[in-house]
């Protein structure tokens, strides 16, 4: 079965929260190697995108929740900083 969101295919939880925002995630997360000025640009870009659609954060953090780790039951030594668990 296909999952189709205004008329595109959606393969992965990344097409479907593309999708559901209306943008590309790496708006908002970047992309690896980007040069400051390209950072810079992509900031701003994100910040009106933001100012334009208040409601766009809240609906992100609510569409992503699901999909993030939990942290409440990370491994005991990652719950530490070396030295400082007895």
């Given at each position: 079965m296909k999952d189709i969101v205004a008329g595109h295919v959606a393969l992965t939880v990344t097409d479907h929260l593309e999708l559901a925002l209306g943008t590309d995630l790496e708006l908002f997360l970047g992309v690896p190697d980007e040069s400051e000025s390209e950072r810079e640009a992509r900031l701003d870009a994100a910040?009106?995108?933001?100012?334009?659609?208040?409601?766009l954060y809240a609906r992100a953090l609510r569409a992503i929740a699901p999909h993030l780790p939990d942290t409440s039951v990370a491994p005991v030594p990652e719950l530490f900083v070396a030295g400082v668990a007895a």
């Amino acid at each position: 079965m296909k999952d189709i969101v205004a008329g595109h295919v959606a393969l992965t939880v990344t097409d479907h929260l593309e999708l559901a925002l209306g943008t590309d995630l790496e708006l908002f997360l970047g992309v690896p190697d980007e040069s400051e000025s390209e950072r810079e640009a992509r900031l701003d870009a994100a910040r009106d995108m933001l100012a334009d659609d208040p409601g766009l954060y809240a609906r992100a953090l609510r569409a992503i929740a699901p999909h993030l780790p939990d942290t409440s039951v990370a491994p005991v030594p990652e719950l530490f900083v070396a030295g400082v668990a007895a």
